[in-house]
């Protein structure tokens, strides 16, 4: 199957679950992540009209998006791995979204930037929703406090929350959970759901998915 059909199959499933879970057409938007795969994997889904796109690193994003935003300017780049410290001010200079602010160092690095740059991109907090030792997120007993401390203590422009669930165990409840902490504090755009999930995470709130391999397909090179 080539890559457009399977876009659109993904759009296809999308308005589906939008209106199983009786949502407005159009509520859910679908970030595209294209990590690890070449321009010219991305270009035809621009073609195609697509501008919702997500990559995992910086020095990736670095290397493919330029020559594509020169050709595609209204295109919008979402940055939802882990953010280093030290590449801060380049993460804020490429991407219009950053899903993954996860601590408090990383949150006034870009505020810092932000002031220097004069502008910021879209954030969300990242939760670890499943409170795993691997993964990168606020605990989501620290998640008020965190939410406070980016929103109203830096004056940062929050949108949402984002988290991955365990992938051993059924994502609902952890849904619920992010939909709980974004209602109780006044934020409207919940970054949940992927390949293998985004139907149950559309009946849970999400307003962003991030489907990558039933749209690219397998990964085969490897993340370092």
């Known amino acids: 199957m080539g890559v457009i059909q399977s876009y659109r199959e993904v759009l296809s499933a999308i308005a589906d679950a939008e209106s199983e879970a009786e949502r407005d057409s159009g509520a859910v938007t679908l970030v595209a992540v294209s990590k690890t795969f070449p321009s010219e994997a991305i270009r035809p889904v621009l073609e195609a009209g697509h501008r919702q796109f997500g990559e995992n690193r910086v020095q990736e994003a670095e290397e493919k998006w330029p020559g594509l935003r020169a050709d595609f300017p209204d295109l919008s780049l979402h940055l939802i791995g882990p953010l280093q410290s030290n590449k801060t001010k380049n993460a804020v200079s490429l991407f219009d979204v950053i899903e993954s602010v996860d601590r408090p160092k990383i949150a006034k690095a870009i505020a810092r930037e932000a002031d220097s740059q004069g502008k910021c991109p879209d954030l969300f907090i990242q939760i670890n929703i499943g409170e795993e030792s691997q993964k990168a997120g606020i605990p989501p007993a620290?998640?008020?406090?965190?939410?406070?401390?980016?929103?109203?203590?830096?004056?940062?422009?929050?949108?949402?929350?984002?988290?991955?669930?365990?992938?051993?165990?059924?994502?609902?409840?952890?849904?619920?959970l992010m939909r709980k902490i974004a209602e109780r504090n006044g934020l409207a755009a919940l970054s949940m759901g992927m390949s293998a999930d985004f139907?149950?995470?559309?009946?849970?709130?999400?307003?962003?998915?991030?489907?990558?391999?039933?749209?690219?397909?397998?990964?085969?090179?490897?993340?370092?």
């Open 142 to 176: 620290e998640a008020d406090a965190f939410i406070t401390t980016v929103r109203d203590d830096l004056g940062l422009p929050l949108k949402g929350l984002m988290c991955i669930p365990p992938h051993e165990e059924p994502p609902a409840p952890f849904f619920a």
């Open 199 to 224: 139907e149950t995470a559309i009946r849970f709130g999400a307003t962003h998915v991030r489907v990558g391999s039933a749209i690219f397909g397998a990964r085969t090179k490897p993340q370092a």
